[in-house]
């Protein structure tokens, strides 16, 4: 960890993404640089952009294989951010898409991508509580979230919503950071202040979880080694275009995440922290 890094503002909640380095500004202003388009963008141009998760889309395509989507699934996506994966499902698997965010920026910011990109006939952006799915029951063929939960304090309110709007016999899918035993509670303290993370289950624990709220055919997949590298491209990235981030953050807000980048990448390191992708059938 850098010296001296601490989050000048707690980070706690769900204002951790007011300045998120992945975000609408950003995003569009590389994609027209990039394809040169000054009016309506199509949905591709933006997928190496507004994946604000792991993995990119090979990511969200290999849940969507897991949760069973298809064309004319009905799919929710439950911590959606900019709704990249869901413009990604809508557009190369023809399915409809109701992307939740809780944060308002975020939403605002998701549906005018999807406007941008013409596919508001098939991506619906909704502002909402993942603990209180404003759904009714059997509303959805299958539910995908990438690295939301563990902004979530209550997991097994939100886990027992997702299967709650779920048709009998659909799937859930989705990947999130674990705890493995050698974190401390130090540890998880900094992870909550500047990450957000409000709870980090282990993979055991997600496994009881699902369980206990119903789900079954529990499966869970081991994903750091994947992550690791992930990490090492976007902090070389951030690094690559430090000079961008910082006319729009500011020098402090960027030493910020350059050194939370170096904290996190060191619990990687070490064993304590773990990605993990999870599946279950209602």
């Known amino acids: 960890m850098a010296r001296g890094f601490k989050a000048t503002r707690a980070r706690r909640g769900i204002d951790f993404y007011d300045d998120h380095p992945i975000s609408e500004g950003p995003v569009l202003a590389a994609a027209i640089e990039r394809h040169g388009e000054k009016g309506r963008l199509e949905a591709e141009h933006l997928f190496e952009y507004d ?6 889309v090979a990511a969200v395509d290999l849940l969507a294989r897991r949760a069973r989507i298809g064309a004319g699934s009905r799919v929710l996506d439950v911590c959606a951010g900019l709704a990249g994966p869901a413009r990604f499902l809508a557009s190369r ?4 898409v109701v992307a939740l965010e809780l944060h308002r920026g975020r939403a605002t910011s998701a549906d005018r991508l999807t406007r941008r990109t013409g596919l508001s006939a098939l991506v619906r952006v909704v502002r909402g509580d993942a603990r209180q799915l404003p759904f009714r029951a059997a509303s959805f063929d299958a539910c995908i979230s990438q690295e939301g939960f563990l902004h979530v304090d209550d997991k097994a309110a939100t886990l027992a919503e997702c299967r709650r709007v779920l048709i009998p016999g659909a799937r859930v899918a989705f990947t999130d950071w674990v705890a493995r035993p050698r974190l401390a509670d130090r540890e998880r303290t900094h992870l909550a202040d500047w990450m957000a993370a409000t709870t980090l289950a282990s993979v055991d624990g997600y496994r009881e979880l699902l369980g ?3 789900f079954g055919d529990v499966d869970a997949e081991d994903i750091t080694d994947e992550w ?5 491209t976007r902090r070389r990235t951030y690094r690559r275009l430090r000079e961008q981030y910082v006319r729009r953050l500011g020098e402090a807000r960027y030493g910020e995440y350059e050194s939370l980048y ?6 990687l390191e070490d064993g304590k922290l773990g990605g993990a992708r999870l599946t279950a059938t209602r």
């Open 51 to 56: 994946q604000d998760h792991y993995g990119g």
């Open 93 to 96: 698997r023809g399915c409809r």
């Open 262 to 267: 170096a904290f996190f990448v060191g619990l």
């Open 212 to 214: 206990r709220v119903g």
């Open 228 to 232: 690791r590298a992930v990490l090492d």
